[in-house]
């Protein structure tokens, strides 16, 4: 078994759009204490979706690909990752869903 990169430029594009998206969906939501935790998730995000997409070899042919980036395992990679890390991160940093500010 050979393990081999099929992401081309496009993908990895696609790729990084897609992370600096939900990270920036993610710093929006609720009350954060940084500036920078959408970076943390954005990064979870790209790291699940090249997991998902490229290691998983089940799911390498699942359909659409597109410049060896699998879409559909790529979100869903993403997306479980980056909410776990989301989730960590905000309330590690002292951040809240909501919009009122915690009182102690």
Known sequence: MELT???GWGGWIVLFI???IFGVIAQVIGTTKTGYEWIVDAFA???????ASEFVLAWRGVEPVWDGLALIPAVLGGLVVGVIVEIVTRFATGGSYSEAPLTA
């Open 5 to 7: 990169f099929a992401l």
């Open 18 to 20: 897609a992370a600096v």
């Open 45 to 51: 995000f790209g790291i699940g979706a090249v997991v």
